[in-house]
């Protein structure tokens, strides 16, 4: 298993090839909200019923990066 540095390092590498990122995640999936956040996402707003899983609706967060800020 990487470190988080490291894949933190790996992450950003590939996503931030132009100048801005956009990613989206589960409203309800705390761990994968906080290692956004911990990677320097900006939260940008809520989609609602955007994402579906096991056929229901679910609220998507929308992170955003920009080259210049990472």
């Given amino acids: 298993m990487f470190p988080i540095f ?5 992450v950003l590498r590939e ?6 990122a956009a990613i989206y995640a589960n ?3 705390e761990a994968s ?6 990677f320097g996402f900006e ?7 955007y994402m579906y899983q096991s ?3 679910h609220d998507a ?8 800020n990472r």
């Fill in 33 to 38: 909200n906080q290692l956004l956040r911990k």
């Fill in 27 to 29: 409203f309800s999936n």
């Fill in 55 to 57: 056929g229901a609706p």
């Fill in 43 to 49: 939260n940008e707003g809520i989609l609602r019923d």
């Fill in 6 to 10: 490291e894949t933190k390092r790996l």
């Fill in 61 to 68: 967060y929308v992170y955003s990066i920009l080259k210049r």
């Fill in 15 to 20: 996503i931030t090839k132009e100048d801005a």
